[in-house]
């Protein structure tokens, strides 16, 4: 059930002066993308494993800061770390909408051409990680 990830303009959680487009994803590089929120426990919970599948294993993340405030989805980055090399802001639900997301947070793998080849809804948990997304990411890269 592929499908190609939404057409979007937005500014950036970091830099409200830098917009970003769906290029930032149809770059030739696999990209996780994941929709979070400050007031999301369950994004808050997924953190640790966002920062070992960017780290450890090297998978470039993009996040979208979905339905928050600028300053309190930057505190929760300063809270929790940041695994992103970008967030994308979404505030009003734009891009969010076009995904299809229900709720955060919730995680797209998005190969080189800007295609969404999973999706993953929920919480992604320690063995998920395993079972689930790097599996993915490795039939993908």
């Given amino acids: 059930m592929a499908r190609d990830f939404p057409e979007f303009d937005l500014a950036t959680l970091e830099n409200p002066e830098r917009r970003v487009d769906r290029s930032l994803l149809a770059n030739g590089e696999l990209t996780l993308v994941n929709v979070w929120g400050e007031w999301c426990p369950e994004c ?60 955060a947070p919730e995680t797209f793998l998005v190969d080189g051409g800007g295609v969404i080849r999973y999706h993953h809804t929920g919480y992604i948990s320690p063995g998920e990680v395993s079972e689930k997304i790097l599996p993915e990411v490795e039939k993908w890269r």
């Fill in 44 to 103: 808050k919970r997924e953190m640790p494993q966002l920062l070992d599948l960017s780290h450890r294993h090297a998978i470039r993340m993009v996040g979208v800061s979905w339905k928050d405030t600028r300053e309190k989805g930057l505190g929760f980055l300063d809270e929790f770390g940041n695994p992103f090399e970008i967030n994308i802001f979404d505030p009003d639900n734009e891009l969010g909408f076009e995904l299809g997301v229900f709720g």
